[in-house]
């Protein structure tokens, strides 16, 4: 895989911020300064571009490899996750804020354990054959069976029976109630597809040799080694074609060559992963760089209980003597704020009030390491080594494992850095055995919807994905169970706050920024949300010429 | 001559399965897994991940891996890219042609600029001379992703002359895609070719019996066509052959500088994913293309040089 692929793993794209107003970042800071306030702590990213002006002809949208299968149960990474989320519809559909809303189907609770999906009246896949209940419980009922090796799985098994009532009706019996359930209801991972098209392709299914049958305003093209093109469908069922006639998706490991296809414009556009250089694109005329909220968090992951970050005052001496603005302003070029919480405030898709009213009043992190060396003289860990894994070969690894180097040595703690080829790095997140020895490691985790619980749970649950050594807090357990089985999206958020303010006082993982999203898009072209949403929704049905 | 290819053919089985066994080793050497390419390095919960290796066979070990790849090589199968998801057959016959034409069309500059330039130093002294000297002394010392970059940015991006990525479609957009790609992978190979016509035209014009036909009156270009192109031609084609061959494996820099889907670059990636296959699919095919390159080489040596007999030297 590509060198921009393992930043995913670290520190990437993204960014960030909330959207209490929703309005453009110029604008809302400029307001408050004027009439003499100060600026909100949380800053306000507009989450889309502007709306396009007109029609396009054909579009090429670069990734950072190519796509290796439109299965959607595999459409786990940015490249599958693009094209997957730009043709196909998921049950609920994520808004560009992070607002879950009515997909393919409607959402109504019978019960808190008794969904009831509604398929959209009209609803057709690109043959123009009806989407049925049937088609529904079908391509979900698949993240369950373990012959189609789903990489959403665990997501899905608190599904305990579906059962359609009629041809739009479907009923979920879920094992217990779950509301963040929504969320997956509106991931990749709830891509609905036709039963009749897909059943009989097996493993073909997705590939280049057997298709793929979905919903969306663009359908599958040509496809080969060299490009995947969709082609937009142009009766599409909900409502206005897509403005763009055809996306080309290509892929382009090499940023060298990905810099000079955006600025001679064979490359139209494209979501980036912190790009290192994404200052030389800010200041060419020939593309625009949008900055957007982000669902991701820059994060140095523990990777060993039993050593020195073993004890919590440990993790918080850390966390205490990193100078994240400088590694910020260095590593991230300034595309990312402070870490008040552990979750982006991109990951606010509801209860933003809450949300916003916990981050206000949660202290924003400050450098101090006179009281960093108090702690760890406390935690006894002064002089104790700490193994940092990292790679020299990806940038934004290599800058945040030195921004915590730097942290762990002002506090007498001696920093051992083992660096490894850029594509062994992904190993340290998915192999226990590759990560043996080290204490931490940089990380980019996000959550798969606008739904910090949803992160919370990978770090703290015992079968979490970046729960890599067995950390366990019976109070952030609680809240997070009790936070699912909370209807009321405020209420829920309060209680997902507290496990978020528990969180950062215990730090299973200690967030170094939130980074925003960028976007980096021809002058040509508009229409498309800035914000994370692009791995999870349609994302391209508005793009079109600038007026 | 029979015995001559009979023993080609033997040494290119033989070699084709030493490399298979070769790359099987190093690649059960190298870290990696198929499964975190799919991830692209996110977190994977661990059901998932459990679910997915016993699926795809990934804990029974590469052994068992590299048996079903080579029982299924015996029967005519070179397996299933599990990154892929494709047949490895197909998979290769998509990134062949732009490999191959790009192969050819610098083997093509290799060719006709080296030796020309070689020719042009070694037989002109002078300003020209030193220049093309001087020229290729740096030129030969430029890696090919170095010179896609510094391509890319002049002729790309600075005048906008041709596009900086992809391999384009129809004759005239294939054309255009590859020829800055194929002037990176060509510029060392166009300097080292050009270097050594040089060297070898001088050699020859210093001779003895050389200088002899000279001073018995016959024409300078008689001389020199005769007398020092035609032994010259020995060592110039012998480079030329081996650096033309050579860059079959030095296209997977070029390719992922340009977004060319092409083997080498389809290599690289199947290695750092352990998707067996694959590598052993592309390398068989990369072994057997180095291989053909030198026994057409051998072929002109022995063409030229007529004191050279095939089947003597395959002896």
């Known amino acids: ?547 | 001559m029979l015995r001559f290819v009979l023993g080609r053919l033997a040494i290119l089985l033989g070699a084709l399965f030493a490399s298979s066994i070769i790359i099987f080793l190093a690649v059960q050497i190298a870290p990696g897994d198929p499964v975190t390419t799919l991830s692209g390095g996110r977190s994977l919960p661990p059901a998932a991940l459990e679910n997915l290796r016993d699926q795809y066979h990934l804990n029974e070990g590469l052994l068992a891996q590299y048996w079903h790849w080579m029982t299924g090589l015996i029967h005519g199968d070179l397996g299933h890219s599990i990154v892929l998801n494709q047949s490895v057959a197909s998979a290769i016959a998509e990134r062949l042609p732009v490999t191959l034409e790009l192969v050819l069309f610098a083997g093509f500059l290799i060719a006709v600029g080296g030796i020309g330039l070689g020719l042009l130093a070694g037989l002109r002294r002078g300003i020209l001379d030193d220049a093309i000297v001087l020229g290729t002394a740096v030129a030969a010392a430029i890696p090919g992703f170095l010179a896609a970059v510094v391509l890319i940015s002049v002729f790309s991006v600075g005048l906008g002359w041709l596009p900086a990525l992809g391999a384009g479609s129809g004759v005239v957009g294939r054309f255009e895609h590859l020829v800055l790609p194929a002037a990176a992978l060509a510029l060392s190979g166009v300097a080292v070719v050009a270097r050594i016509t040089r060297v070898s035209v001088r050699e020859e014009s210093e001779k003895e019996h050389v200088e002899t036909a000279l001073a018995r009156g016959m024409s300078n270009q008689k001389v020199i066509r005769r007398h020092v192109l035609r032994n010259a031609a020995i060592p110039i084609t012998i480079v030329t052959g081996i650096t033309i061959t050579s860059l079959v494996a030095l296209a997977a820099v070029v390719e992922t500088a340009f977004s060319l889907q092409g083997l080498g670059a389809a290599l690289v990636q199947a290695a750092s994913d352990k998707d067996i296959a694959l590598v052993q699919g592309i390398a068989l095919v990369l072994v057997a293309a180095f291989l053909i390159g030198n026994t057409v080489v051998d072929l002109l040596y022995g063409f030229l040089d007529p004191r050279v007999s095939l089947g003597a030297r395959a002896e």
């Open chain 1, 1 to 547: 895989m590509g060198f921009r692929g393992f930043v995913s793993v670290v520190v990437g794209p993204a960014v960030a911020a909330a959207l209490i107003v929703g309005c453009g970042r110029s604008v809302d800071t400029a307001s408050p300064t004027q009439s003499g306030m100060p600026p909100p702590s949380v800053e306000h990213l507009d989450p889309m571009t502007p709306p396009a002006a007109g029609e396009v002809g054909k579009v090429t949208w670069a990734l950072y490899r190519q796509v290796l299968t439109l299965d959607p149960t595999f459409a786990y990474d940015y490249p599958e996750s693009t094209v997957v989320s730009a043709m196909c519809e998921s049950v609920l559909r994520q808004e560009p804020d992070g607002r879950i809303v009515p997909g393919l189907a409607t959402l109504t609770y019978e019960d808190p354990r008794t969904l009831v999906l509604k398929v959209r009246p009209g609803a057709t896949f690109w043959d123009g054959r009806p989407v049925t209940a049937e088609d529904v419980a079908w391509s979900l009922g698949r993240n369950l069976d373990p012959a189609v090796t789903s990489l959403f799985l665990p997501f899905f098994e608190v599904i305990d029976s579906m059962t359609p009532v009629d041809r739009s009706t479907l009923k979920i019996d879920l094992k217990h109630p779950d509301y963040e359930f929504e969320g997956e209801l509106a991931s990749n991972g709830a891509v609905v597809m036709e039963k009749a098209y897909s059943a009989g392709l097996g493993k073909s299914l997705g590939s280049p040799d057997g298709g793929i049958m979905c919903s969306g305003a663009y359908q599958l093209g040509d496809w080969n080694s060299e490009i995947l093109s969709l082609v937009r469908d142009e009766t599409y069922w909900g409502g206005d074609k897509a403005k763009a006639k055809e996306i080309d998706f290509v892929g382009v490991p090499d940023e060298a060559t990905l810099l000079a296809g955006l600025r001679t414009g064979e490359i139209s556009g494209t979501y980036t992963l912190e790009l290192p250089s994404i200052d030389r694109l800010r200041s060419d005329s020939a593309v625009t760089v949008y900055e957007g909220p982000s669902y991701a968090t820059s994060t140095f992951s523990v990777a060993d209980l039993k050593g020195p970050l073993g004890n919590v005052k440990a993790r918080r001496a850390l966390s205490l003597a990193i100078d994240r603005r400088a590694y910020i302003e260095g590593g991230l070029a300034g595309s990312a704020i402070e870490p008040r919480t552990f979750a982006n405030p991109g990951t606010w898709g509801y209860g933003r009030t809450v949300f916003a009213a916990d981050w206000e009043a949660r202290p924003e992190p400050e450098q101090d390491v006179a009281a960093a060396r108090k702690l760890i003289d406390e935690a006894g860990a002064a002089g104790e080594t700490l193994t940092i894994g990292t790679s020299a070969e990806i940038p934004q690894v290599a800058t945040a494992a030195n921004a915590v180097r730097a942290a762990a040595e002002s506090i007498g703690l001696t920093v051992e850095l083992e660096s490894v080829p850029a594509s062994r790095y992904v190993d340290f997140v998915s192999d226990p055995k590759a990560r043996e020895g080290l204490d931490g490691l940089p990380t980019l985790p996000y959550p798969g919807s606008a739904e910090p619980a949803n992160l919370y749970s990978f770090f703290v649950l015992p079968d979490g994905p970046n729960n890599f050594d067995g950390f366990v807090d019976p109070q952030m357990q609680r809240g997070l169970e009790e936070a699912q089985k909370t209807a009321d999206p405020d209420a829920r958020a309060e209680l997902v706050a507290a496990v978020g303010d528990r969180f950062m006082d215990q730090l299973p993982a200690i967030p170094l920024a939130l980074p925003r999203q960028q976007l980096v898009l021809n002058k040509e072209l508009t229409g498309v949300p800035t914000s994370f949403v692009y791995l999870f929704a349609p994302w391209a049905n508005g793009l079109g010429a600038a007026g």
